[in-house]
Structure formats: C-alpha cells, structure tokens
C-alpha cells in the first residue's frame, strides 16, 4: 500500500527534535512512500540542513508557504500534495516507533472499511528511554464514538486517514487549540467506520509548558466552539453536551498545579 507522511515545520522547532523525527522515519520497517513536509512560513538555515540532509535517504516533498498561517491550514495546503489517499499524520518533533506504519498498513489492509486510525502515545520529557506517561485511546468504532463525545477519541501524531473522506467533510477547519478533535467529530458525524490500535506507536515530548499551555480564555472559547459544533452535528443532546462542556471549561481555569494533577490522572503510568 502507497502512503504519505504529512508534517507541518514552524521556525522555532529544536534541529535535534526534527532530526530524531526523520531519523525515525528512515527507521520504519515499512517504508512511507513520500514525505510531504510544509514549512509553516520561513525557517532558520538550521532547519533547512536537516530537511536537506535527509531528502539523499527519505522521499521529502517540501511545500514552502511565504507566511505562517497555523497548524490546521498548513495541513490543508499539504494534503493538496499528498499523492496517496491515505495520509499519516506526525508532528516535527514526533519519534515513531519502527513498526509504526507497518502495523497501522496491516491493519488497514484487514479493515478496508476503516477510514480513520490511531493508536497509543508514550509520554517523555528529555530521555526518550524515560517513558513519564501514556495516552491510550479507546478501541473498537462503538467504543471510540462514545469517547469521543466527552474527549478527542484519537491522538492526533498518530493518525492515518483517507484523504477522500477528510477532504469530504470539510478538512481541518479554524478551531482554537482544537482543529484536529472537530475534525474527528465530523468524520464520526458522517457515520463512518474508525479505529485504533491497543499498542504505542509514537513516543511525543511532554514537560510542564505542555500543560501550562492548556489553560485560559482562549482554551475556553475553543471549548465553547466544541459544544457549539456538537450541538449542530447532532452527536449529543443538549443538557449532557453543556455539563461536558462545563467540565472541560472549568479545566482551562485550573492553576497549572492542579492541572497537572488532573492531567497525571488522566494519563496512564504503564
């Protein structure tokens, strides 16, 4: 099966961090058949090199955008170059497991009618070798539409989806801090089959920022937006969809310490 990487590079991604992330890729036990990488508006030489370095060994299609328009429209403008339907997801400093894609093919191949699949995320922050926490996500279609009325059912660094079916519903559209969640919800919306797998296949950096940054005003009306879209999508009846949306809104305004906390628990040590 053919298939393309998508990744967005902003300007203040670490050189190291993108150079584990293509080294991982180089490391893939089933190869990707391109990499389609979008540069967020301009880069620093340094950048630059890696991406270079790397187009001798991994088959790297730069699209390069004059501004920085955010993660969700970069991704949209890298899609119109992927030249495969299905489309795997990463970020820049993301490390995927070296079966990674062979798992995920296979199980596409075994479940045809699957147009959206994820898996487990493991959690570290400076040694990779360090394992801090894991984000399971639940398995099976019934299960993961249930989920995902109260939380983002997958993790979005490792998604594969069929680029027909998300060009289809619209693509990711402007959502504050939430554009890949609205995206799943319309996808579910729509009543197609999805899936994930019950194993890790990325390990992503964490760290007290990661937390922080989930927090305030501006988390919040992205939340509004979220019971707002739920509501015209039909997913939920009105009462149970506000008391979610109370619930997560009076997160964003937890101080970070008690965010923290909530976060630890949510997550899972093993």
């Known amino acids: 099966m053919n298939f393309s990487v998508l ?14 992330c293509l080294e991982s890729l180089k490391n893939q036990t089933l190869p990707a058949t391109e990499i389609v990488m979008v540069y967020d508006g301009a880069i620093t030489s340094e950048l630059e090199e890696v991406v270079t370095q790397y187009t001798t060994v991994l088959p790297i ?25 299905w489309v795997f997801r990463m970020d820049s400093d993301d490390i995927c497991l070296p079966n990674r894609f062979k798992k995920q093919v296979a199980f596409i191949t075994q479940h045809p009618n699957v147009v959206l699949l994820s ?9 990779k070798n360090t394992i801090s926490s894991y984000r399971k996500v639940p398995i099976g279609n019934e299960k993961i539409k249930k989920y995902a009325l109260s939380r ?37 919306a729509k009543g197609y089959e999805v899936g994930n797998l019950g194993e890790t296949l990325v390990l992503v950096r964490a760290g007290d920022n990661m937390v ?37 809104a009076s997160l964003r305004i937890l101080p970070t310490s008690l965010l923290k906390v909530v976060y630890k628990f949510l997550r899972k040590k093993r």
């Open 152 to 188: 983002s059912p997958f993790n979005h660094v490792t998604i594969a989806f069929r680029k027909d079916i998300i060009e289809e519903v619209g693509g990711y559209q402007h959502h504050l801090f939430l554009e890949d969640y609205n995206l799943w919800l319309r996808v579910i």
């Open 212 to 248: 922080s940054r989930r927090r305030g005003k501006e988390y919040i009306k992205g939340e509004w937006q979220l019971f707002k879209l739920k509501h015209s999508l039909k997913l939920q009846p009105l009462l149970p969809n506000f008391f979610i949306f109370t619930l997560r």
């Open 7 to 20: 990744l967005s590079l902003y300007i203040k991604e670490k050189p190291q961090f993108l150079k584990e």
């Open 119 to 127: 898996g487990y995320i493991a959690e570290f922050e400076e040694d």
């Open 61 to 85: 299609k730069v699209v390069r955008l004059p501004k920085n328009v955010g993660l969700g429209k970069a991704l949209n403008e890298g899609l119109k170059y992927c030249s495969y339907n």
